[in-house]
């Protein structure tokens, strides 16, 4: 399952975000809510459920908005200096090492101080809290191959050395594959002795390790209470910005699991159908003039731009009758894999299961009705039947 991080100061509203984006969802029963532990659980990136183009709903989405299960890490709060042990320090940096992607929550209201202190709102600029994790995040891996530049200078003695491999046992632990140390080593100049790299060198290879295997988009959270100003200088920024409210979201969440509300995630706005009271149907107007702005919560605006976006995922629906778009039982539409777009038919057989994987023979488009090659970049969407000796 693809992971996201929930990263930034302390008090910028993580932990808000991460409650509300992994509430059980009663309404999208097939994937409930599963609580890893206390910080790690089950979100959703929202999606178009390919049923939408048959006759019926398939019972597997909330009236054709499909929610697909990504895991969500709520992390302890960073402030500057984590990585020399400031804080939490290091723990919190190594809680980072399973996610595919950061999202770094920033006080876009400027209430908190550099180190997550409550101060009037406006009082810290929020740009400064935009850098800084992940200066945190390149300085934490520059330490890790300092650490180990030692013996990559040994094994470099060694007749059969090779970069790329010694490179890639080093930072495995911070989740970089060898496509990944081949892809940064592609660009940049460094000397091909590991005795002459100097501090220069590591530094550029920590920071586009970084960039490569953790990508970054910014929450600017409690837009409720930010300051437009503040607003625009973070979606200025040459940067993936999303505004906003996890307070908001959670409070709709709430509010639509006592039957209050009508709201799926993602939604633009909702509908009062349960009965409320004066206090709050203000604050629930609140959370509407803040959608109103930015065409919703912002909450599944920020998961879907990490997967979609970010991430550059495509959502992709295995089925084993090609008409019906059912599974052996009947089931319509029963799963939904998120794929790194280029994955081909064969990626997807692979996902599904290793045994479908190996013995895949073909795969037939199921939109279409027709086989398809196998180089054939799957698109969002694409319903598919995987002919494979192993089903
Ligand atoms: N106005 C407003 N307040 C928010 C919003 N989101 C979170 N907060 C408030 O910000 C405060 C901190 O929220 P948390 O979610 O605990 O912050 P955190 O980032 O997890 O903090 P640490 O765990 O200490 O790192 C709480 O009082 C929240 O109610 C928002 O969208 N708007
Ligand atoms: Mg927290």
């Known amino acids: 399952m693809l992971s996201l991080a929930l990263a930034g100061k302390p008090n910028a509203g993580k932990s808000t975000f991460y409650t509300a984006a992994t509430m059980a969802d009663v309404d999208v029963a097939n994937y409930p809510f599963t609580t890893i532990d206390a910080n790690r659980g089950v979100s959703h990136a929202r999606t178009r459920c390919p ?8 019972g597997n989405c909330e009236d ?15 402030v500057p200096g984590a990585h020399e042990g400031r804080g939490l320090g290091n723990q919190f940096l190594d809680e980072l090492t399973n996610a595919d992607a950061i999202v770094n929550v920033v006080d876009a209201a400027g209430a908190t101080d550099e180190e997550g ?15 800084f994790v992940e200066e945190e995040m390149d300085m934490w891996l520059m330490g890790i191959i300092e650490d180990n530049w030692e013996s990559v200078e040994r094994r470099s003695r060694s007749p059969d050395f090779d970069l790329e491999e010694t490179l890639t046992d080093v930072l495995t632990g911070f989740g970089a594959t060898e496509a990944d140390v081949s892809a940064v080593l592609r660009a940049f100049e460094y000397p091909p002795d590991p005795k002459n790299w100097d501090d220069e060198h590591r530094e550029a290879l920590a920071r586009e390790m970084r960039a490569q295997t953790k990508p970054l988009l910014i929450a600017a959270n409690k837009v409720d209470e930010a300051p437009a100003e503040n607003l625009d200088r973070l979606l200025e920024l040459d940067r993936m910005v999303e ?48 959608m109103a702005e930015y065409g919703g919560t912002g909450v599944q605006a920020s998961l879907n731009a990490a997967v979609y976006d970010l991430l550059d995922h495509v959502t992709v629906y295995p089925v084993q009758d090609q008409s019906k778009w059912t599974d052996g039982q009947g089931e319509v539409l029963p799963d939904a894999f998120l794929l790194p777009r280029g994955s081909t038919p064969k990626d997807l057989a692979y996902a599904v299961h290793s045994d479908i994987g190996e013995g895949y023979l073909h795969a037939v488009d199921a939109r279409e009705g027709r086989e398809i090659s196998d180089d054939h970049e799957l698109e969002e969407g694409d319903v598919i039947r995987i002919v494979s000796t192993a089903q």
């Open 243 to 290: 505004p906003t409210t996890a307070d908001g979201e959670l409070a709709l969440r709430r509010a639509a699991e006592a039957g209050l509300i009508e709201y799926d995630p993602g939604d633009e706005d909702f509908t009062i159908t349960g009965d409320i009271s004066d206090q709050q149907r203000q604050g629930l107007q609140r959370v509407r003039e803040a």
């Open 117 to 131: 202190q409550p101060v009037e709102v406006g009082a810290h600029d929020p740009i400064e809290d935009v850098d």
């Open 64 to 78: 054709g908005k499909r929610y697909v299960p990504v895991e969500l890490l709520d992390v302890a709060g960073l």
């Open 51 to 58: 049923c939408l183009d048959l006759e019926e709903r398939c």
